[in-house]
């Protein structure tokens, strides 16, 4: 979504009356299939504003009443006004809702037989590694500020980890059970969605970057605390919502386009690129599914592809 969408969001209305019983259920469904909580939040706002925005207007009363041509008005007001991706990920958590609602209390299904708003593929561009040294000296320096930056740059480049997964990162310097971090094997355990935990690896480089974030981090007053990213002037722990913001302001002050998530196709790509095996990529990304190999490989598969032409086809 971006700044247009995020800031529209904020204003939507959630009041969803006579719909909310249902929708509370929905919600602790969710929960209790251990669903994430950014996952619960989203599903839940967007039943929330389709019942606040458009079925009071239409003079429903109840889920029963709600039809396949309410959907589809929807679709058609949201793809007049957000982006496509963004209306399909509404269409889906409606979609899961109204899944739940049928098999919970029976009713039929107004989103049989409906499909989701087509999405343009869009590429993401990998970055350059004039790009990445431009970004990586933006952060330079030794103030705290600074080492946290540029550990959790170098943290996102080594590893492609989500924002969630980042910022969920746990260091007990006193108690190494409860620590993710364990720098002698340049190991970092994330938790993933649903819950999983996998444990990803670092270089030599990060592994540095993140040594001298930490010893930082031993002097600053919130130090007790088990979140591993700590704020500026002894503020509290970053949330992912910071660190998308630090990431940002950092790419702003190099002059590079540059999103949390751009380090997870760099990541992917460059592994790729340099022969790196499919199942272990999936491992690393906490994948179930090969169709995210076809997905992330894309940003740059087309150069992958001339790369490997020079190398066959040279001089022939």
């Given at each position: 979504?971006?700044?247009g969408?995020?800031?529209?969001?904020?204003?939507?209305?959630?009041?969803?009356?006579?719909?909310?019983?249902?929708?509370?259920?929905?919600?602790?469904?969710?929960?209790?299939?251990?669903?994430?909580?950014?996952?619960?939040?989203?599903?839940t706002?967007?039943?929330?504003?389709?019942?606040?925005a458009?079925?009071?207007?239409?003079?429903?009363?109840?889920?029963?009443?709600?039809?396949?041509?309410?959907?589809?008005?929807?679709?058609a007001?949201?793809?007049?006004?957000?982006?496509?991706?963004?209306?399909?990920?509404?269409?889906?958590?409606?979609?899961?809702?109204?899944?739940?609602?049928?098999?919970?209390?029976?009713?039929?299904?107004?989103?049989?037989?409906?499909?989701?708003?087509?999405?343009?593929?869009?590429?993401?561009?990998?970055?350059t590694?004039?790009?990445?040294?431009?970004?990586?000296?933006?952060?330079?320096?030794?103030?705290?500020?600074?080492?946290?930056?540029?550990?959790?740059?170098?943290?996102?480049?080594?590893?492609?980890?989500?924002?969630?997964?980042?910022?969920g990162?746990?260091?007990?310097?006193?108690?190494?059970?409860?620590?993710?971090?364990?720098?002698?094997?340049?190991?970092?355990?994330?938790?993933?969605?649903?819950?999983?935990?996998?444990?990803?690896?670092?270089?030599?480089?990060?592994?540095?970057?993140?040594?001298?974030y930490?010893?930082?981090?031993?002097?600053?007053?919130?130090?007790?605390?088990?979140?591993?990213?700590?704020?500026?002037?002894?503020?509290?722990?970053?949330?992912?919502?910071?660190?998308?913001?630090?990431?940002?302001?950092?790419?702003?002050?190099?002059?590079?386009?540059?999103?949390?998530?751009?380090?997870?196709?760099?990541?992917?790509?460059?592994?790729?690129?340099?022969?790196?095996?499919?199942?272990?990529?999936?491992?690393?990304?906490?994948?179930?599914?090969?169709?995210?190999?076809?997905?992330?490989?894309?940003?740059?598969?087309?150069?992958?592809?001339?790369?490997?032409?020079?190398?066959?086809?040279?001089?022939?």
């Amino acid at each position: 979504m971006d700044a247009g969408e995020s800031r529209t969001w904020r204003r939507k209305p959630l009041d969803a009356g006579v719909f909310q019983p249902e929708i509370s259920s929905f919600k602790l469904a969710l929960a209790a299939e251990a669903k994430a909580a950014k996952t619960v939040r989203n599903y839940t706002e967007a039943v929330q504003w389709f019942a606040a925005a458009l079925l009071g207007q239409a003079s429903r009363a109840s889920w029963e009443q709600v039809t396949s041509r309410d959907i589809q008005r929807w679709m058609a007001w949201l793809l007049d006004r957000y982006s496509s991706a963004y209306a399909s990920n509404q269409y889906r958590a409606l979609q899961q809702f109204f899944r739940w609602l049928a098999a919970e209390d029976g009713l039929p299904d107004p989103m049989a037989g409906l499909h989701p708003p087509p999405v343009p593929h869009k590429l993401v561009p990998v970055f350059t590694g004039e790009e990445l040294a431009t970004l990586e000296r933006a952060c330079a320096g030794r103030a705290f500020a600074q080492r946290r930056d540029t550990a959790i740059i170098a943290v996102f480049k080594a590893t492609g980890i989500r924002l969630s997964e980042l910022a969920g990162i746990r260091y007990c310097p006193g108690d190494p059970q409860r620590s993710d971090v364990d720098l002698w094997q340049r190991e970092i355990t994330v938790r993933g969605k649903g819950g999983k935990d996998r444990i990803v690896r670092i270089g030599h480089q990060a592994a540095r970057s993140l040594d001298r974030y930490i010893r930082a981090r031993s002097r600053h007053a919130q130090a007790w605390r088990p979140q591993l990213w700590l704020g500026v002037n002894n503020r509290e722990p970053l949330t992912a919502n910071g660190i998308y913001q630090m990431i940002a302001r950092r790419g702003r002050q190099a002059g590079v386009a540059v999103h949390p998530h751009r380090f997870r196709h760099h990541f992917s790509h460059t592994w790729l690129d340099r022969g790196g095996p499919e199942g272990d990529l999936m491992e690393l990304n906490g994948w179930a599914s090969p169709q995210m190999l076809a997905r992330y490989g894309a940003s740059a598969r087309a150069a992958r592809a001339r790369r490997t032409y020079d190398r066959i086809m040279d001089d022939t």
